[in-house]
């Protein structure tokens, strides 16, 4: 990729996932480099079941598949975010995140991510309609 | 004149492009394990971007003259961040040999100096003045095309750096404005206003430098600044650059602006800054006598990306393996500050020291016995390790192994069960390749630091494939060796071992 359109690339990209709808330009900009952008190979772990210490992810590009003692509950892609119920409880994940091919993220430390939940409330709002999605349809697969 | 121009052209194993800290490294490492190889260069001399930055002369890495660990041992390497290391003590603690006294961070010439002397003393040959222009991928390997003609081997490792300015693509007129590698001399700064584009170390020593010299500094960038004694990483800006943001908090005249810049135009008497608030919102519009891009830098990777080398980061590093192999195309390896696009875990959101000397000089030496055993079949000795010695030889890694300290949660040191019910110390490994791949029983020790900022030893144990986390207790000293981390250890291990 031309670095020179990569800049861009990040801020649109961003500007296109339903996380960050609500943000301003310079919002968007602030978001793209309080996040890291991370590139793990196809098959590498992102987060690790069990592993203290993990990250917020958003996924940017690719696909990653979710395993709980190597049994894939969920796949998830381009918008989708990850390691958020284990930094918001303050737990170890209870499930391995792993790249199904090249996979292109965001990641917050996971210290950060009550500062900027706060400091970004439209992201919050939009995380907990996400989250809540994810709990009815959990809710539904269980009745 | 032979002797000042080795490697023509020709058939090589192994070429090493590049002649700086990673690149000496490299070679060092190689040789030690009798890994043939080429050198070259497009400089004409050995330190890379230490024959000109840091701008102000000055690093921010330490080097202790005096610590309580004694010069040129390996326990010393965790006080001394930018020698490079050495098997033999000849080779080992160059930097501080060159020091005058006058601070802890080297000036930029004693590191030279220091790198100089290391390549000196280690006789590492480099044929200079021969610039890489072009790849080919080939089905044996790749071909280089340089200035001085075609390199063919089979085994690449791209050592040249993140020493390309770089400059962000969405402010409109940044073109124009001079990168951080084209700041004047201070003096010609006297008495104006001064914009600074960015808040990483590059933006604070360029501030920092100028505050004898301009009358106003502004610093400006979307993202709050992040400061090392927070953030436990030196990725974030060190503390001795921190006078332009103690001045800003005091209300001294500079400041520290959370922005996204959108438009930089000349003026008549300099420029305007036109830039909107992020953590404030806001139009902002600054007029300067001067604007400096301290945006970063970018990797020159000359074709690479059209070999199929996939890059991140804006295009500026490579995606990588743990042993820093491209991760779409095998054989090519880097070194050097580029290492650090092999996050690793990353765990607690800390990102390795593989930016800076003091972690990536480790990498060369673990990426060298990695090259040396999966590309050219030459098996390190291991030693043994006896059960009853263990603990006590993990622990001792934990508290003194520099490896361990300056890349925490990036490498350990492995003990693996040999088929026999034996121990065999693997040495320093990615930890990542532990606890990602496959292989027998074995445990690692690594130092991290969580988000509490305890500093303690991390045990990980694979046992019929299956890798679990074992977190020891932090100690105020930080001495890991006591009656009580050996009961934590020995607990863990007692299953493992039986």
Avoid at chain 1, 128 to 140: D, I, P
Avoid at chain 2, 206 to 211: K, N, S
Avoid at chain 2, 291 to 316: C, H, M, N, S
Avoid at chain 2, 409 to 423: F, H, I, K, M, N
Wanted: aromatic share 10%; glycine share 10%; hydrophobic share 40%.
């Amino acid at each position: 990729m031309d670095p020179r359109s990569a800049e861009l690339d990040v801020i649109d990209t961003l500007a296109g996932l339903t996380l960050f709808s609500d943000l301003s330009r310079p919002q968007l900009e602030a978001v793209a480099h309080i996040f890291e952008e991370e590139v793990f190979p196809e098959g590498q772990r992102v987060i690790r079941q069990g592993f203290a210490g993990p990250g917020f992810y958003v996924i940017l590009e690719g696909e990653a598949s979710v395993r709980v003692d190597g049994e894939e509950r969920a796949t998830l892609g381009r918008g989708d975010f990850f390691g958020e119920v284990s930094i918001l409880l303050g737990a170890h994940p209870i499930a391995d995140v792993v790249a199904m091919r090249p996979l292109r993220c965001l990641m917050l430390a996971g210290s950060d991510l009550e500062g900027f939940l706060v400091g970004f409330p439209r992201v919050s709002y939009r995380l907990v309609q996400t989250m809540a999605r994810r709990l009815q349809s959990a809710t539904q697969w269980r009745s | 004149m032979a002797e000042l121009a080795p490697f023509p052209p020709g058939d090589y194993p192994l070429v090493i492009v590049g002649s700086g800290a990673g690149a000496l490294q490299t070679s060092y490492s190689l040789s030690r394990l009798g890994v043939d190889h080429a050198v070259i260069s497009s400089d004409d001399a050995p330190a890379g971007m230490f024959r000109r930055f840091p701008f102000f002369q000055r690093l921010i890495t330490w080097t202790k003259p005096y610590s309580p660990m004694e010069r040129g041992t390996r326990a010393y390497e965790w006080h001394d961040w930018n020698s490079l290391i050495g098997e033999e003590p000849a080779h080992r603690a160059q930097v501080p040999g060159f020091m005058d006294g006058v601070s802890y961070f080297p000036s930029r010439p004693e590191m030279e100096q220091g790198l100089v002397a290391f390549a000196e003393a280690a006789g590492i040959r480099v044929r200079y003045g021969c610039r890489w222009e072009s790849t080919e991928r080939r089905e044996d390997g790749f071909v280089l095309g340089t200035t001085d003609g075609e390199y063919r081997c089979h085994t690449l490792v791209i050592a040249v750096g993140m020493t390309e300015a770089w400059k962000p693509s969405n402010i409109e007129g940044i073109e124009d404005v001079p990168h951080y590698v084209e700041t004047r001399e201070g003096r010609t700064y006297t008495d104006r206003r001064v914009f600074v584009i960015g808040k990483r170390n590059s933006g604070f020593e360029i501030a920092d430098g100028l505050l004898p010299w301009a009358k106003q500094v502004i610093l400006g960038s979307p993202r709050p600044a992040k400061i090392s004694v927070v953030t436990h990483s030196t990725a974030s800006a060190r503390a001795r650059y921190l006078q332009p943001y103690e001045d800003a908090a005091l209300g001294g005249g500079t400041f520290v602006i959370d922005a996204a810049i959108e438009r930089v135009e000349r003026t008549a008497d300099g420029w305007r800054v036109h830039a909107s608030g992020t953590t404030r919102p806001g139009a902002m519009t600054f007029d300067v006598d001067d604007v400096i891009a301290a945006t970063g830098f970018g990797t020159p990777f000359q074709d690479l990306e059209g070999l199929g080398v996939k890059t991140f980061y804006q295009g500026r590093l490579p995606a990588q393996t743990a042993f820093w192999e491209s991760a779409t195309v095998p054989g090519v390896f880097f070194a050097g500050s580029i290492t650090q696009g092999a996050v690793g875990l990353k765990k607690y959101g800390i990102p390795s020291s593989s930016a800076a000397v003091h972690g990536f000089r480790y990498n060369a030496r673990v990426m060298a016995e990695h090259i040396a055993t999966a590309r050219f079949g030459i098996e390190r000795k291991r030693e043994a390790v006896d059960h009853e010695d263990l603990v006590e030889f993990l622990l001792e890694e934990a508290t003194h192994a520099p490896e361990l300290w300056n890349q925490q949660s990036y490498l350990a040191r492995q003990v693996t069960v040999e088929p026999d019910g034996s121990l065999l110390d693997e040495g320093i490994v990615p930890l990542q390749q532990f606890v990602d791949g496959s292989g027998p029983d074995g445990v690692v020790i690594a130092v991290e630091t969580d988000e509490t900022h305890d500093i303690h030893p991390a045990m990980y144990v694979r046992k019929d494939g299956r890798v679990d986390e074992h977190l020891l207790e932090g100690d105020v000293q930080l001495d890991f060796r006591g009656a009580d981390h050996q009961a934590q250890m020995t607990s863990v291990l007692k299953g493992w071992l039986t």
